[in-house]
């Protein structure tokens, strides 16, 4: 198990527009960072403009994207890509994650398609990614995706994962949920999925909830509370790549802050164990 330093021991939630009243009175303390879209904040104006700056102005923010479209056959979007910029310097955020998808061909789908498992596709991406990481001058993080299907696939999901980190040379933002809900979809193992992903990539983690539609189909919602299987992922995580910080992410149905707050201490509780577990055998 990796010995992280104790700055990993950090929870984190993704925040919404209708948080803002609350947050900008007062921010609890489990909560250690905040994420949001670059997109769905960098053009805003007015009240939720000035509400925003405020919080980023003292709390730490991680960005994660969704329209960058690192796999798309189409060039680079490099407006956007200067706009994004443009905002992380704004907020001096440091930490930007995308989606290892696509979503734009000649046009914007507003949907992740999955990129085909292909060595043509990972160096696709790989080229793609350093031109990022170019223009915004800094690292690019990308996260294992939930996908439905595989179209064109010539190696396995974990074979591409790794394919693109190694050859990218990038950081990688794990999902829990996303292993979970693709072992289900996919019938794999999870846990050997899991352990097989390179620690040394991982620069932090996200959690969160799902929809379960058939037995054996799982969609990626965010919009419910962690299960027990996912939870008992997360503990092999840090059990076997040691603590990193980790986000609650939950679009939909949102709930009280104070019910967050309940899976938000479950994840500190989770860190604070396995940190506690590390002193001792150091």
Request: aromatic letters at 10%; hydrophobic letters at 40%.
């Amino acid at each position: 198990m990796t010995n992280n330093k104790i700055n990993q021991q950090r929870v984190g939630l993704g925040l919404r527009r209708e948080m803002l009243d609350e947050f900008c009175q007062a921010v609890p303390n489990e909560i250690n960072f905040f994420e949001v879209a670059p997109e769905n904040w960098m053009t805003l104006g007015g009240k939720f403009g000035r509400q925003f700056r405020a919080l980023t102005e003292k709390h730490e923010f991680f960005c994660h994207g969704l329209s960058l479209s690192i796999g798309s056959p189409e060039p680079l979007d490099l407006t956007f890509v200067r706009n994004v910029k443009s905002f992380l310097d704004l907020h001096q955020i440091s930490t930007y994650s995308e989606h290892l998808s696509y979503c734009s061909g000649r046009g914007h789908m507003y949907d992740l398609m999955p990129i085909p498992f292909t060595t043509e596709a990972v160096m696709h991406v790989a080229q793609r990614v350093k031109q990022v990481e170019d223009i915004l001058e800094r690292p690019l993080i990308l996260e294992n995706v939930s996908f439905y299907a595989a179209p064109g696939a010539d190696m396995s999901e974990l074979e591409f994962v790794s394919a693109v980190m190694q050859e990218a040379d990038c950081k990688m933002l794990l999902d829990v949920n996303n292993i979970y809900v693709n072992s289900v979809n996919h019938g794999y193992d999870a846990i050997e999925f899991l352990k097989a992903m390179p620690t040394n990539r991982i620069a932090y983690l996200h959690i969160a909830g799902h929809y379960e539609e058939a037995e054996d189909l799982i969609v990626d919602t965010h919009g419910a509370d962690i299960i027990d299987p996912v939870w008992q992922l997360l503990d092999v995580c840090y059990q076997t790549h040691g603590v990193f910080p980790t986000l609650l992410e939950r679009d939909f149905n949102i709930p009280s802050t104070d019910e967050l707050l309940l899976e938000i201490n479950q994840i500190h509780d989770y860190q604070k164990r396995h940190l506690a577990s590390v002193k001792r055998s150091a």
